[in-house]
């Protein structure tokens, strides 16, 4: 595998429903983002972590849990959704510090239906 | 604070006519400039960039200069082909990459 991966790569789910979202990076980059990409509105950054720690939470619903286990793992844990919540949901990491060009790269998304 | 603002799609060409998709910045000190580009079902993909003022960022027939002077960066390609057919970011940074401001997207249809 090359790049940022997402899986699953569709995903729908009752509002009751638990489950989470995984993103792999093989570029050894130390920064990774989770992004909500909604029909008509423009990107949100929903999550920042660097060196695995959490450095930015955009006033994220509590029902959106983010892990990052190591450097090259992103999980997002979904419960009890809300229809409105359904979007593509895309991950990105980056070099961040020295070595850093200024750019993310980003996984393919995984394109979320809650019913 | 750092913004992006891009010009309104969607945009729709037929093939092989010329493309300015505009990109103006506000930003606090010397950003970097950034287009991406985002094919159906897909996700962002770093199409070029630019460091520094009168930078020319290029990448597969796409071209877009970064003039500090009036603060743009528009996207330019000389024959669009269906195959072009995506939603355009231009984004920006000051720091790292992990403070990259994007604009809103224009989505290009390009027909036969």
């Known amino acids: 595998e090359t790049g940022v991966t997402q899986t699953p790569r569709h995903l729908v789910m009752g509002m009751t429903n638990k489950k989470s979202l995984k993103c792999e990076q093989h570029?050894?980059?130390?920064?990774m983002y989770w992004y909500k990409q909604s029909a008509k509105k423009p990107l949100e950054l929903m999550f920042v972590?660097?060196?695995?720690?959490?450095?930015e939470n955009n006033s994220v619903p509590s029902r959106f849990s983010p892990e990052c286990p190591n450097s090259s793992h992103l999980f997002l844990h979904l419960h009890t959704l809300q229809p409105e919540d359904s979007a593509l949901y895309l991950c990105?990491?980056?070099?961040?510090?020295?070595?850093?060009?200024?750019?993310?790269?980003f996984g393919p998304g995984t394109r979320l239906t809650v019913l | 604070g750092n913004s992006v603002t891009q010009m309104e799609g969607p945009v729709t060409l037929s093939e092989e006519a010329f493309l300015t998709i505009n990109c103006t910045y506000t930003?606090?000190?010397?950003?970097?400039l950034f287009w991406y580009v985002q094919y159906p079902g897909e996700g962002l993909q770093l199409l070029l960039k630019?460091?520094?003022?009168?930078d020319k960022g290029s990448n597969k027939g796409f071209e877009a200069t970064y003039r500090k002077e009036t603060t743009s960066f528009h996207l330019e390609k000389g024959s669009v082909q269906v195959s072009d057919s995506a939603v355009y970011f231009c984004?920006?940074?000051?720091?790292?990459?992990?403070?990259?401001?994007f604009g809103t997207g224009t989505r290009l249809q390009v027909t036969l």
């Open positions: 990105a990491s980056s070099q961040d510090g020295t070595g850093g060009r200024g750019e993310q790269f």
């Open positions: 630019a460091t520094k003022a009168d």
């Open positions: 570029l050894g980059h130390n920064a």
């Open positions: 984004a920006l940074t000051t720091g790292t990459a992990s403070k990259l401001t």
């Open positions: 972590y660097s060196l695995e720690e959490r450095v």
């Open positions: 930003a606090t000190g010397y950003p970097s």
